[in-house]
């Protein structure tokens, strides 16, 4: 779950895509940044209090001279000096949320004992996107202890169809509990 100041970031990371015209860009944009600062020997250092914030500032801006323009340059300064690069994960969520909104796509999450294969994922995405009447993006989730089908998140609706559950309900039902 995002913070409050992730969603700052996000909006005002978003608000100025949408107003550039540039909103895909943006998100390739924040994932150079993640890239580069997210590594975590680059992270301890540029959350080392013990460091000078203008220094830490400059070391961000050197690692990303090569990667981004001016602007992603002065986001990493602006997050580095308010100590905010251990966000930039949910910062990206969070942006690409709004991009998604704005675009009037549909995030949704399928979580399978096994990784779906690229047809499958194709299929299901397609399939939801019929029903749904929007731009749905899958995102695949691998957890063994569903056993076999999928659980499906989409928004804040769930569809369990997965085999752990439908066991679990057999279970109930020979149980003599409803």
Do not use: C
Not at 12 to 20: C, G, S, W
Not at 94 to 99: D, K, W
Not at 118 to 130: G, H, M, N, Q, V
């Amino acid at each position: 779950m995002a913070g409050a100041a992730a969603k700052r970031y996000a909006r005002a990371i978003f608000e100025l895509a949408k107003e550039e015209d540039l909103v895909d860009r943006w998100g390739q944009r924040l994932g150079t940044v993640r890239d580069v600062l997210g590594r975590p020997e680059v992270e301890s250092v540029l959350a080392n209090p013990t460091i000078a914030v203008q220094r830490r500032e400059e070391a961000a801006a050197a690692l990303l001279e090569r990667h981004a323009g001016r602007e992603v340059l002065n986001l990493a300064r602006l997050l580095v000096g308010a100590n905010r690069v251990r966000d930039l994960d949910a910062i990206i969520e969070q942006y690409q949320l709004l991009a998604d909104e704005d675009a009037g796509r549909v995030r949704a999450t399928a979580t399978t004992a096994v990784p779906l294969t690229r047809p499958d994922a194709d299929k299901l995405e397609a399939s939801l996107s019929r029903r749904l009447g929007r731009e749905v993006r899958l995102d695949n989730l691998v957890d063994r202890a569903v056993i076999g089908g999928l659980v499906l998140r989409i928004g804040d609706r769930v569809i369990d169809a997965s085999v752990a559950t439908r066991l679990q309900q057999l279970r109930r039902q020979l149980a003599g509990v409803q």
